[in-house]
């Protein structure tokens, strides 16, 4: 039976990245959607 | 009310306290009651997380603030998300890992019994009495809007919350967590397709008037420290505070504890990185929809019904001089959002938007006169924004989806005020009872005396909802001491993650952290309070690494031993 093994220290570096850069993209739009009905409607 | 939403109401109320109930088969032991025996999915978690931040405050006050303010207070959670990714690779894997009840636990084994203690009073102090004044925020609005005593009010929030909290233990709280959120959810959307079938203009026209207004105002890219709202306050000053509440704040920590593994509860703080900015911009634009529904729609010119009988009575030869100014300014104005909406060039439509503006103007002074007319006939501060959204529901959302908003309202309330009974009554038995009056006795005894504590905080709380109104300035100056040390803690805990800091360096980093930010709130008051999380946080760690290196040069930890 296989044993999952603990991540590396590197693996743990690149996982939190990719977490990072897919939150902040999320983030940019929502952002970007706030900024867009800001601009179409806003004085 | 109709009957129909009392008894969508009473289902919901019977419904959470019952299945309570039934969850507790498997918190026959402290870990089951405070932690689950951490066997819970990321997504009851995660849920469980986004329902105790969103009280009913948020249900009712904050579209009411997108009424009155608009969007702008979005930018208040851009912090957020950042915060989620930060805490997931730092302390959540501490804390998780290292078999704790409490944030505050974890404190004691990093460095000493004095620095976990002190943290956890303070969280026992700010979290006691704001779990009283979240149950009164929506108490106060109900007894208001169905003319019960406040009493009544609270108990109809209070007695089912303590009871499954009391009964279920921190599953009974998740689980309800996740049908609480479902509901509020469910609730929200019920009001958008309303106002979008009911709205005499396309939405596109609505959103025109509503930005015309400044309502569709997200951003404030000024770095203004006095202002609270700032796309700079909100990624910088809300990092710090939503580090610190999700971090260091038992009633989240004890959320994320309860998961099956690290990787759960990562995931788990993720839904609400991905989840919270849309769903409180849903909150925000359901109140600016229902302001420029009130465009067309006549709304009472003052919300709190309370407010409105008692100038009736005492002012009301001037009340009706004032009521008759605004409908007639009323009608022109809606006349005016019209013009607005069927302009059919852009030089028609500006000269229709200057009319608008104008009435809309006059109808603020006229609101501001009825405001300042209620608050000098009450002597309380109107408060009115909160009663915007529960009297359009009451009036204008059909029978059954106004007591599903109520049902939400109340849902809203119980999610979060369980999860801070329950985590008060975990600090309570875990970082006192049992650390220094009774450390050794059985389970059987610790599960008797929490369920105990967890009582006690209910009924604390409820006393204190109940005299909200005369302990009005006591809770505002708790809640403010509150703000004092949230960034302090979260300092401290940024401490415990660096090698080599000390007991000493943390404790006195600790005070000298709170005393900088009671400094600045005191002498500069000027400085908006998101910013006292970051003031705190630094000097805790700034005075705590001092400290901490004096004490590695005269070997501190041999002279305490000896």
Known sequence: ?43 | MHWINWTIVAVYILYVVVDGIRRSKDTDSLAGFFVANKSLSWWVVGLSVMATQLSAITMIGTPGQGATDGIRFIQFYFGLPIAMVILGVTLVPFLHGSGVYTAYEFLERRFDARTRSLTAFLFLLSRGMSAGTIIAAPGVVLSAIFGIPLVWAVALIGVPTVLYTMIGGVQAVAWADVKQMFLIVFALLAIVVVLVLQMPVSPDDALRIAGATGRLQAFDFSFDLNETYTFWGGIIGGTFLMLSYFGTDQSQVQRYLTARSVDDARSSLLMSAYWKIPLQLLVLLVGVGIFVYYQFVRPPLLYNPAHESAVVDTRGDAYASLQQRYEDVFTLRSDAALAVADAADEAIGSVAMEVFLEREAEIQGIRGEALAMAEEVTGESSRDVNYIVPRFALSELPIGLAGLFIAGVLAAAMSSISSELNSLATTSIIDFYRRWVKPEATDAHYLLVSKGATAFWGVFACVVATFAATLGSLIEVVNRFGSFFYGSILGVFILAMIPRTTGRGSFFGLIAGMSLVGFVNFRMPEVAFLWHNVIGAVAVVVVGLVLSATDRGGAPEEREAA
């Open chain 1, 1 to 43: 039976m296989s044993q999952k093994s603990t991540p590396t220290r590197a693996e743990a570096r690149a996982r939190f990245r990719r977490t990072l850069i897919q939150v902040l993209l999320v983030q940019l739009v929502a952002i970007a959607a706030l900024a867009a009905l800001q601009l179409r409607y806003g004085l």
